[in-house]
């Protein structure tokens, strides 16, 4: 069993990321700690044990994380996610908290477990830097401790899903997302929307996990997010960012990677958060980042729905 954790901003995929992780058999999830993105990062965390809840889950602790940008104001993603962050699947349910462990901070909690299992454990970031940005300025040696760490953000070849040029959770705090490329992690992997664009999930993939409330959940979750990828790029599916850097840390074959300087752009009026790649290496700098550049999104998604049609473990 792999050894992980997820750093998430639960809206529609992350929860998508956190049932994969849960539902695929071969990860010992060591818990989840919540960060402000998509939603507040109270949002996040009730999110986060709704999901847990709903895969019968009472092993996995929840730990809040930060509740702003390391320097900027909180930029949520209502658009995409819904006002609650689900897409409104699970409005009216109430969460069981007793696995929030109160007395801890997400980033203090990521660097106790790396502590207890130095070199064992990959950490998976689907929302913005912040917690991971906080983990390395409390404890620098988290950089070799942490066996790989998969960053769900950025795009490389391609444009932005919230400027021209940005990602989401490279823009929503990009002095944390420079300082965590910028740390010296010998296994950094960059899974970015040009990878994640092509892992689509569609209608049909739905049907084919049958008939159990997660199927039901992963339908009506998904809807509106749907609609909205249509209106945008006329297309009836959606884009699986966060499972796909879950899948990354799970099956790691499944993606190419080239390993480039990358860094992200915190001063422009219209380029902040963009993950500048040096593919050319003009800047002379040495490589710190796996970028992901191919994926077998088919295979993906053909796993992706395995796992969620298994029934409970
Ligand atoms: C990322 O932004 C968020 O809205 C998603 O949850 C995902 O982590 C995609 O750009
Ligand atoms: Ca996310």
Request: net charge negative.
């Amino acid at each position: 069993m792999k050894k992980i954790m997820l750093d998430v901003d639960t809206g529609i995929d992350d929860a998508l990321g956190i049932l994969l992780a849960l539902r695929c058999g071969e990860v010992e999830l060591l818990g989840i700690s919540t960060v402000n993105g998509n939603v507040s990062v109270d949002t996040a965390t009730a999110n986060t044990c709704k999901i847990l809840d709903l895969a019968k889950n009472n092993t996995v602790p929840v730990i809040r994380g930060a509740h702003a940008p390391l320097m900027r104001k909180p930029v949520f993603e209502h658009r995409v996610h819904g006002q609650d962050g689900l897409g409104g699947a699970l409005k009216e349910v109430i969460p069981s908290t007793e696995r929030i462990r109160k007395d801890s901070f997400g980033p203090d909690f990521l660097i106790e477990q790396v502590q207890k299992y130095p070199g064992e454990i990959t950490l998976v970031a689907t929302g913005p830097l912040t917690n991971v940005a906080l983990a390395i300025s409390k404890y620098p040696a988290i950089v070799h401790e942490l066996k790989e760490l998969v960053i769900m953000g950025g795009v490389v070849r391609g444009f932005g899903n919230v400027t021209p040029t940005a990602e989401y959770n490279m823009f929503v705090d990009p002095e944390a997302a420079k300082l965590v490329l910028g740390a010296g992690f010998p296994k950094l992997r960059l899974v970015g929307l040009d990878v994640t664009r092509r892992a689509l999930l569609t209608d049909e993939h739905i049907r084919s996990m049958g008939d159990s409330p997660l199927a039901e959940y992963v339908a009506a979750s998904t809807a509106d997010y749907m609609l909205r990828y249509y209106e945008r790029n006329g297309v009836q599916a959606c884009a699986m960012h966060d499972p796909l850097a879950v899948a990354a840390a799970i099956w790691p074959k499944l993606l190419t990677s080239e390993r480039y300087y990358v860094d992200v752009e915190t001063k422009s009026e219209l380029c902040d958060g963009q993950t500048v790649c040096d593919f050319q290496n003009r800047l002379q700098r040495a490589p710190n980042v796996d970028v992901c550049l191919e994926v077998d999104a088919e295979q993906f998604l053909a796993r992706f729905v395995n796992a969620l049609s298994q029934t409970e473990q």
